[in-house]
């Protein structure tokens, strides 16, 4: 079974710096996706960027990055000139892409919080 | 992006009675819902996999008769607490997969608290 662990229960940043999140997976699989989500204080889960494996570039949304790592089985976030607005619960999550592959498996997520 | 609304957002039972809730695809068609549980400050738990028009696929240790879950249509899933007990007070959340593609993206309905008193 795939595990997804993220080492950092919490993180803080200041305003307009850079932050990054760890992630690291465990899988047995060539064919997988991982994705970082959001989850603020009204506790709506928001996609904030999505990395498929066989693609060796990472991935960017805006000031959100990835350092993917796949020999590694590492999959970090960076978030670049951090908002207030960034402040939440961020989860790591992996999806097989095989025919099992609906299913997300989360880490135990990482508190983010932005100071002023 | 798609849209995964859920109704209500909270709700507060008496011990022993049924809770149902809704969870609609708003501007795509749903082959595949997925049911999670989220207690305070920790992760999100699968529950089960729900596919229109068939069965839903428990995960190991989801006790199927007490949590009832209904795929009828391509843009409505509702998961029922059967006989809710406090210990079933947790966040709900259901999340759709756009398109037929496993690898096609989840995206997540704004969850439901619920309260068993």
């Known amino acids: 079974a795939q595990t997804v662990t993220q080492s950092q229960p919490e993180m803080s940043v200041q305003e307009a710096e850079t932050v990054t999140l760890s992630c690291t997976y465990d899988?047995?699989?060539?064919?997988?996706?991982l994705f970082w989500y959001k989850q603020p204080p009204s506790r709506q889960m928001i996609l904030v960027i999505r990395?498929?494996?066989?693609?060796?570039q990472n991935a960017t949304e805006n000031r959100f990055s990835v350092n993917f790592q796949k020999a590694a089985k590492s999959f970090s976030l960076k978030i670049s000139d951090s908002q207030l607005g960034d402040a939440a619960m961020y989860f790591c999550a992996y999806r097989s892409g095989g025919s099992s592959g609906s299913r997300l498996t989360f880490g135990e997520g990482t508190q983010l919080t932005v100071n002023p | 992006g798609a849209v995964v609304s859920q109704h209500p957002s909270r709700v507060i039972c008496k011990s022993g009675t049924s809770v149902k809730i809704e969870c609609r695809s708003l501007d795509f068609q749903a082959t595949t819902m997925f049911w999670y549980r989220q207690f305070p400050k920790q992760s999100l738990m699968l529950m089960a996999t729900?596919?229109?028009?068939?069965?839903?696929?428990?995960e190991q240790g989801v006790e199927k008769d007490k949590f009832l879950i209904n795929h009828a249509s391509l843009t409505l899933s509702t998961l029922t607490v059967t006989s809710a007990h406090p210990e079933d007070s947790s966040f709900y959340i259901c999340?759709?997969?756009?398109?037929?593609?496993?690898?096609?993206?989840?995206?997540f309905g704004p969850g439901t608290r619920l309260t068993v008193l």
């Open positions: 990395q498929e494996a066989y693609k060796q």
């Open positions: 729900s596919n229109e028009g068939s069965k839903a696929t428990y």
């Open positions: 999340s759709a997969r756009v398109g037929r593609e496993q690898r096609d993206t989840q995206y």
């Open positions: 899988t047995s699989e060539s064919d997988y996706y």
